[in-house]
């Protein structure tokens, strides 16, 4: 049989300037274009209203012009109407096939070029599917606080496609600001810039309010309405709607980069750093407790977080609180609860840490019980992203 050519890897070439970050086309999953069941979407021909320019006539246009304009397929997409009040649009099965949907109150407020926006974000999860690049659980939500790191930078690729689409800075703007508000063209303006100077207010220092945020899989809508804005002006988006000039397009991705560290990623990494401090020091204390003895320095393994001796002397403080007999069980269960929160916040950097760590104790008694914590947070974790409760 001949080798048939996938469609998609011409739109991927042409739209390369959409990536941002280590959201890329490389990085894709292996079988990211294999093709799903033809009939797995045909429940939405029975349950919902399909997006075609006899029924819905506005909505069909701005998603023709959103597949011209990013070179997709027409045929290979489906449109459908979510009968729900509140704005938002979804792309359900992105194997083979685009399944876009809009809901009704979206498609009431939205203009035409407005919609072109948001079903050009839409195309975007069907152009850029997110297998292979973070982990999410069966849930859909971000397996860790680094999954939704990625998944925020995906977030932002997909509004760049987007952008492609509508080809007006304003105007996906504007439809963000209604998207956000659920206001309709009467009340809302397209003041950006009024908006961002109230927006930042929310900012605050204190990490730990950033608990919940951090593990959210879109940007702050002030970092994504800015990042649209450099967008707009690089060197690449400009060529791709045939105007030139521009910014080079790492100079628009670093400024992208600034605005997410300090809308919440920042934020994030402290409470990664949080739970990277309290293993480190959890681990020496639980040596102290099995050995009677630990050279703290065996523990100075990354360049900011350093293990402390006050720390690790209130750790066994506490051991001592509770029976003597009920000490290991006490270490054991600490370290199991610490297990949970590295793989909730920061799996990868756990990984890193473990092993630079586990050689610096390779001459010690306390190396087996190290290497079983490791192989446990490994155990844990796989369960974890398979959706499984740890
Ligand atoms: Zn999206």
Known sequence: MPRVANPLTKVRKR?????????????????????SDPDKHRNFYRSRVPIQREIVPAADEALDIACERLGVDRAMVH??????PAMGASCYDVRGNAVVSMTSGAIERFTIPEMTYVFGHELGHYVMPDRGLCNLRPDGKPASMEDAIIYRKLEISMDRFGMVACQDYKVAAVAFLKLHSGLGAQHITDDVVSYAKEAIKGYVQDYTEYLHDAFTTHPS???????????????????????????PHAEV?????????????????????????????????????????????????????????????????????????????????????????????CPYRMTVHLEALLPKLADTKFHESA??????????????????QI
Request: glycine share 6%; hydrophobic share 40%.
């Open 253 to 345: 991705d670093a400024e992208v980069a600034k605005d997410l560290h300090a809308t919440l990623d920042y934020y994030a990494s402290k409470l990664m750093d949080d739970v990277i401090f309290d293993v480190n020091n959890h681990l020496a204390a639980a040596q102290v407790h099995f050995d009677g003895k630990c050279e703290v320095g065996r523990y100075d393994v990354h360049p900011q977080i350093k293990p402390e001796e006050n720390v690790i002397k209130a750790i066994l403080g506490d051991i001592q609180k509770t029976p003597a007999d009920k000490r290991d069980e006490e270490v054991n269960a600490r370290l199991d609860g610490l297990i949970r929160h590295a793989i909730l916040r």
């Open 221 to 247: 809508l002030y970092a994504r309405i800015r990042a649209l804005s450099h967008f707009s002006e690089s060197e690449e988006y400009l060529k791709l709607v045939g105007r030139k000039g521009g910014k």
């Open 15 to 35: 739209l390369e300037a959409c990536c941002f970050a280590e959201v890329n086309f490389k990085n894709l999953a292996k079988d990211k274009d294999k093709a």
């Open 79 to 84: 449109g459908f109407v979510d009968n729900d």
């Open 371 to 388: 290497q079983k914590f490791a192989l446990r947070f490994q155990e844990y974790l796989v369960k974890h992203r398979a959706g499984e």
